[in-house]
């Protein structure tokens, strides 16, 4: 069966949440949920792919929507003093994801 760009693109989406989890809590990432969620060949595909796909968005200077949530995760988490100014800032953020399509 073929596999749709979509589908890549939506497994290495999970890919990035769990690196960025397991750097998070330290202990590894539990693929058990994900990995039920898409075949091995999809996961496959999608890490063979991963890190190419994050060096030619970054060299290009763009993200997606994955890359601004989990860029802003990690500068919250690595930088208290960013952290401690925006929290002085606003008391709550609203994110929304606008579909456009």
Same mark, same amino acid.
């Given at each position: 069966a073929d596999i749709r760009p979509i589908t890549v693109l939506n497994a290495i989406s999970v890919l990035n949440t769990e690196v960025a989890m397991a750097r998070s809590i330290q202990t590894g990432s539990d693929l058990s949920d994900s990995e039920n969620k898409?075949? *091995? *060949?999809?996961?496959?595909?999608?890490t063979q792919i991963r890190s190419s796909f994050q060096k030619a968005k970054f060299s290009q200077n763009s993200v997606d929507f994955d890359d601004l949530m989990l860029l802003t995760r990690e500068l919250l988490l690595r930088n208290p003093e960013v952290r401690e100014i925006l929290h002085r800032r606003w008391r709550h953020v609203l994110v929304d994801e606008f579909q456009d399509t």
């Open positions: 898409m075949g *091995k *060949k999809v996961r496959q595909i999608a």
